[in-house]
């Protein structure tokens, strides 16, 4: 049972364009969300997360939408770089507990 | 320099033998993680801990075991039961929501 889900193994996207990584979850206890970005051969590197109780966050080029009520969360980059080519994953998790549950990645591909 | 270790980046191994993958952190975090990574499945937990001498099954814990003697050590032991060893390992750690992650251990079994 996938409650994290990215549908999009992979994403291609020109150099300077706009990134829209998307993940869905089921699981409505989720109240915490965040995205790693995962490099071949290397572990996963935090890069921004949203509360339940924000529709959006903003760090530099990365932005965070969520929309509960669609239980939906995207992941903008603006304007994307070549540096940005990396596995996306989305993660989730409940109330005060640390354990956190992974989506299946997308591959990001920026093309120059 | 805080940071979480894993050790060695490459690991080969025999079928039939047990093998202890190494993490080590220095980031004074109470809760540990391991995970394991497959192509196309993402990251699926083995086993984690929240406090030293306590750990709990995660989500494919089958095949392997853990120890939590000391703050700073979550080895994990990938034994001959593991039906199909051959990954990439990762060690995460946290204090609060946002886990930090190691290198990871590339673990080949022919």
Not at chain 1, 102 to 108: A, C, E, K, R, S
Not at chain 2, 11 to 34: I, P
Not at chain 2, 66 to 75: D, G, L, Y
Request: include cysteine; charged fraction near 20%.
């Amino acid at each position: 049972d996938q409650q994290v889900k990215q549908n999009s193994p992979s994403l291609s996207v020109q150099e300077g364009r706009i990134s829209i990584l998307n993940c869905d979850y089921t699981n409505s206890m989720f109240d915490y969300f965040l995205w790693y970005k995962k490099y071949p051969a290397e572990g996963p590197t935090f890069l921004i997360s949203i509360s339940s109780i924000k529709d959006k966050n903003e760090d530099g080029r990365f932005t965070v939408f969520l929309n509960k009520s669609a239980k939906h969360l995207s992941l903008h980059i603006v304007p994307s770089q070549p540096g940005d080519s990396a596995v996306y994953f989305c993660a989730a998790k409940t109330g005060g507990g640390n354990k956190l549950t992974f989506g299946t990645g997308t591959q990001l591909k920026v093309e120059l | 320099d805080g940071g979480i270790t894993q050790s060695p980046k490459y690991l080969f191994r025999k079928e039939g033998q047990n093998v202890t993958l190494s993490c080590e952190q220095n980031l004074n975090h109470d809760a540990m993680y391991w995970y394991r990574q497959d192509p196309g499945q993402g990251l699926r937990l083995i086993y984690y801990s929240q406090i030293v001498n306590d750990f709990q099954k995660g989500d494919i814990a089958e095949g392997y075991s853990v120890s939590r003697e000391k703050k700073e050590s979550f080895p994990l032991t990938v034994t001959s039961a593991q039906k199909n060893p051959t990954a990439f390992y990762l060690c995460a750690s946290s204090i609060f929501g946002e886990q930090n992650f190691g290198p990871g251990t590339r673990l080949t079994v022919t």
